[in-house]
C-alpha cells in the first residue's frame, strides 16, 4: 500500500509540474518576444537618431523599414495600442525628418500629422525649417529687390510665428538652443536677408538628443543675448 501511495504521490507531482509548465511556457514566450520586440524597437531608434544626426538618408531609409517592421511584431503581440501610445507616438516625426533631409519639404509642411501636433515643438521646428528652405529657393530665383523684399517680409510675417510656437512650446535655449537662434533670425530683416542669400540657417536638431544641462563659454549652444537666439523673449517680440 505504501508503495502504492508513493507511485501515485509521484505521478501526481509530475502531473502538476506539467500543469505548470505549460502554463507558464506560453507567459515565458510571450515576455521573450516583447523583450525582442522593445529591445529591437530601442536599438534601432539609437540608429535613426544617429543617421538623422548625420544627415545620412539612406541609413534612415533602413532605420526606418526596421522601426516598421518591429512595430508590425507589436500587433502580432497585440501590443499596438501600447507601441502607439509609448514607443511609436511620434513616428510622424520621423518621417518629417526624412521628407526634410531629402529635400521634399512641400511633404514636411503639408504633413498632416504635423499640423494636428504644431504644439510639438519638434513639429513646429521641422515646418519652420521647410517652409524657410522653401523661401531660400524662391529667393534665389527671385528677378526683382521687390520680389526679394516680399520673400523677406513673408519670412518675418509669417514663417517667424512657427518658429515662435517652437520656442514657445519647447524646453528652452539652454536644452534647444536653434529654435531661439532660428526664431530671433526670422524676425530680423536684415539676418533674414543673410540667412536666405546663403545656405546656413536655419538651424535644425536631427535626431532629437539635445545635450544636457547649461553650455560652458565657449561650446556650441552657449547663449550670447548679441546674436540670433541670445535669450530670445517670443511672447515680447511676438
Same mark, same amino acid.
Request: aromatic share 10%; hydrophobic share 35%; charged share 30%.
Given at each position: 500500500? +505504501?508503495?502504492?501511495?508513493?507511485?501515485?504521490?509521484?505521478?501526481?507531482?509530475?502531473?502538476?509540474?506539467?500543469?505548470?509548465?505549460?502554463?507558464? %511556457?506560453?507567459?515565458?514566450?510571450?515576455?521573450? !518576444? +516583447?523583450?525582442?520586440?522593445?529591445?529591437?524597437?530601442?536599438?534601432?531608434?539609437?540608429?535613426?537618431?544617429?543617421?538623422?544626426?548625420?544627415?545620412?538618408?539612406?541609413?534612415?531609409? /533602413?532605420?526606418?523599414? $526596421?522601426? &516598421?517592421?518591429?512595430?508590425?511584431?507589436?500587433?502580432?503581440?497585440?501590443?499596438?495600442? =501600447?507601441?502607439?501610445?509609448?514607443?511609436?507616438?511620434?513616428?510622424?516625426?520621423?518621417? +518629417?525628418?526624412?521628407?526634410?533631409? @531629402?529635400?521634399?519639404?512641400? $511633404? *514636411?509642411?503639408?504633413?498632416?500629422?504635423? /499640423?494636428?501636433?504644431?504644439?510639438?515643438? %519638434? =513639429?513646429?521646428?521641422?515646418?519652420?525649417?521647410?517652409?524657410?528652405?522653401? $523661401? /531660400? $529657393?524662391?529667393?534665389?530665383? =527671385?528677378?526683382?529687390?521687390?520680389?526679394?523684399?516680399?520673400?523677406?517680409?513673408? *519670412?518675418?510675417?509669417?514663417?517667424?510665428?512657427?518658429?515662435?510656437?517652437?520656442?514657445?512650446?519647447?524646453? #528652452?535655449?539652454?536644452? !534647444?538652443?536653434?529654435?531661439?537662434?532660428?526664431?530671433?533670425?526670422? @524676425?530680423?530683416?536684415?539676418?533674414?536677408?543673410?540667412?536666405?542669400?546663403?545656405? #546656413?540657417?536655419?538651424?535644425?536638431?536631427?535626431?532629437?538628443?539635445?545635450?544636457? &544641462?547649461?553650455?560652458?563659454?565657449?561650446?556650441? &549652444?552657449?547663449?550670447?543675448?548679441?546674436?540670433?537666439? #541670445?535669450?530670445?523673449?517670443?511672447?515680447?517680440?511676438?
Amino acid at each position: 500500500m +505504501a508503495e502504492q501511495r508513493s507511485i501515485k504521490d509521484v505521478r501526481s507531482r509530475r502531473r502538476k509540474r506539467f500543469v505548470v509548465m505549460t502554463l507558464l %511556457l506560453p507567459l515565458v514566450l510571450i515576455v521573450a !518576444y +516583447a523583450s525582442f520586440t522593445l529591445g529591437g524597437f530601442y536599438n534601432h531608434r539609437q540608429l535613426f537618431n544617429l543617421a538623422a544626426e548625420a544627415k545620412d538618408t539612406e541609413l534612415i531609409e /533602413q532605420e526606418m523599414e $526596421a522601426l &516598421g517592421y518591429y512595430y508590425s511584431l507589436s500587433g502580432r503581440l497585440g501590443l499596438r495600442w =501600447a507601441a502607439d501610445r509609448f514607443w511609436y507616438k511620434e513616428n510622424y516625426i520621423d518621417r +518629417a525628418v526624412r521628407h526634410y533631409l @531629402i529635400g521634399d519639404f512641400d $511633404a *514636411v509642411i503639408n504633413d498632416k500629422d504635423l /499640423q494636428d501636433n504644431r504644439n510639438n515643438h %519638434l =513639429a513646429s521646428q521641422l515646418v519652420a525649417s521647410a517652409k524657410f528652405r522653401r $523661401a /531660400q $529657393a524662391l529667393y534665389g530665383s =527671385a528677378k526683382t529687390e521687390t520680389e526679394k523684399e516680399k520673400i523677406i517680409k513673408m *519670412v518675418n510675417e509669417e514663417i517667424s510665428e512657427d518658429f515662435k510656437v517652437a520656442v514657445e512650446k519647447g524646453p #528652452g535655449p539652454d536644452v !534647444y538652443f536653434n529654435h531661439s537662434f532660428n526664431f530671433d533670425l526670422s @524676425i530680423d530683416p536684415e539676418d533674414t536677408k543673410k540667412a536666405l542669400e546663403g545656405p #546656413g540657417p536655419p538651424r535644425l536638431t536631427l535626431g532629437y538628443k539635445p545635450n544636457s &544641462g547649461t553650455p560652458k563659454d565657449g561650446e556650441p &549652444g552657449r547663449i550670447d543675448p548679441t546674436k540670433p537666439g #541670445g535669450g530670445s523673449d517670443s511672447k515680447k517680440k511676438g
